[in-house]
């Protein structure tokens, strides 16, 4: 089985951190990954030996494509057979994390492309219907250099491809970051703690609508003339 090797499968986040960024709950996280009575866990290949556990950037994505597949209407065990089938076509550790996946719902039946699937069995869930949608605001690796070695998710917009927030496990530990610019401050990670991801877009401009006018210069106010029958119905 394929996988990358670099920052992308280090250990980064936590359950609870996991689910804030997938907007899911921390007990769907644990039932996923390690599973319950009632059912195996969706990503088998996880160790479900563990009391707690953090999840590597890879498997963060996996889980946020995951969670919109199935607010599009698949079971957890649809979604199990899925991943399982293409775990072991595409001889890779995470497929919900690779190219391929994505180009499924693209329609090209241009055997050249790198990544692209051109048979899904129809005995199995219609990934291909909702591929596009689940894998929105993520960033893959460039087909042209990385075919050979696998074509990976490496960045993740969590508020959308319009807000310029980003997640890159090679920058600030994972961490949600301005694009082109550091780490997120301290009430845009209270923001981020309170499952706002979109707030940390509105704090920022309103931090520079603040700035603009802290350097603006000073409007001096002429004075207000006070009517003095109004002044005397007013007065105590």
């Known amino acids: ?61 996996e889980l946020i494509v995951a969670r919109r597949l199935r607010a599009c209407g698949l079971s957890v065990e649809q979604l199990r057979q899925s991943r399982e089938f293409a775990r072991e076509r595409w001889g890779v550790e995470h497929p919900f994390a690779e190219l391929r996946l994505n180009t499924l719902g693209c329609g090209d039946s241009n055997a050249s492309s790198p990544g692209h699937d051109d048979e899904w069995p129809t005995s199995l869930p219609p990934l291909p219907k909702f591929a596009e ?8 690796d460039d087909c042209a250099q990385n075919a050979a070695a696998g074509t990976w998710a490496r960045r993740l917009f969590p508020a959308g491809d319009s807000a310029p927030l980003m997640i890159d496990p090679r920058f600030a530990g994972g961490a949600v970051t301005f694009l082109n610019r550091g780490p997120p401050a301290r009430n845009h990670r209270q923001a981020l703690a309170r499952r706002r991801i979109d707030r940390l877009h509105r704090l920022r401009l309103r931090s520079r609508r603040i700035r603009r006018r802290s350097s603006a210069p000073l409007r001096t106010r002429a004075p207000t003339t006070v009517i003095p029958a109004l002044a005397a119905g007013i007065s105590p």
């Open 133 to 140: 949608l689940a894998t929105r605001a993520i960033e893959y």
């Open 1 to 61: 089985m394929r996988s990358p090797n670099d920052a992308r499968t280090t250990s980064l986040y936590t359950t609870a951190e996991a689910a804030r960024l997938a907007e899911t709950t921390t007990a769907t996280v644990v039932r996923w990954f390690r599973g319950h009575r009632a059912a195996p866990p969706l990503f088998a290949d996880r160790r479900p030996d563990q009391a707690t556990f953090h999840l590597s950037f890879l498997e963060l994505v």
